[in-house]
Each structure stands twice: as C-alpha cells, then as structure tokens.
C-alpha cells in the first residue's frame, strides 16, 4: 500500500484548503483511514478518522471546521478544512489501517498565516 497526499500549502487565516489521500492497492473499502498533523514542537495527533462504514471521529479541536470524506471507488480519503487558524499550521499525514497493520503517506504541509 503507498499513501500520496496532496493538497497543502500557504493559506491566510479563516481561509480553506483541501487536502486529498490517494491509496493504491485494493484493500482501500475495508479499511480505517485516518488524517493526522504534527505541529512543531509536538506530538503528531489524530485529526479525524474514518471507518469504512463511513463512521467519523473527529479532534476537539477541528470539529465544525474540518470535514472528512472518502470515495472508495477512486481509493481517496478527503479533508476539507474550513475557517483555518494558526494552531493548524502542521504537516499533515493519512493513514491506513487494516487488519492491525497501518501504513503512514508523507505528509503535506499546510501554513497558516497572514
């Protein structure tokens, strides 16, 4: 399985960006896909999870902004994230996780700043 991300960059606060996760292989319907950021100095934490039966776990912190989506007949998960702030300046990760084991993409940078 290979994760690309893509989708980050510079954005002025209260803006959006959208961020997508490409999947390749064919275990992408059956699986839990999830986006996570690593801020600097801190730990990298989960964003928003999606199950494959659509079932979402959203951050405290993003929840009414952030908005996930996937399409398992194109093998991509979605990030819509809306009325950005400045603490969300990270690098942005999706994850993969099937049967106990989980795959990282390489992350895509979104800044948030004036």
Same mark, same amino acid.
């Given at each position: 399985?290979?994760?690309?991300? =893509? ?16 999947? =390749?292989?064919?275990?992408? /319907? ?6 996570? #950021? ?13 199950? +494959?039966?659509? #079932?979402? =776990?959203?951050? +405290? ?5 952030? /908005?996930? /989506?996937? +399409? ?43």
């Amino acid at each position: 399985v290979q994760l690309q991300a =893509s989708g980050g960059g510079l954005v002025q606060p209260g803006g959006s960006l959208r961020l997508s996760c490409a999947a =390749s292989g064919s275990i992408f /319907s059956a699986s839990v896909m999830g986006w996570y #950021r690593l801020a600097p100095g801190k730990q990298r934490l989960l964003v928003v999870r999606i199950t +494959d039966n659509w #079932r979402t =776990s959203y951050a +405290d912190s993003v929840r009414g902004r952030f /908005s996930v /989506s996937r +399409d398992n007949a194109k093998n991509t998960v979605d990030l819509q994230m809306e009325d950005l702030k400045r603490e969300d300046t990270a690098v942005y990760y999706c994850r993969l996780d099937y049967r106990g084991s989980t795959w990282w993409g390489q992350g895509t940078l979104v800044t948030v700043s004036s």
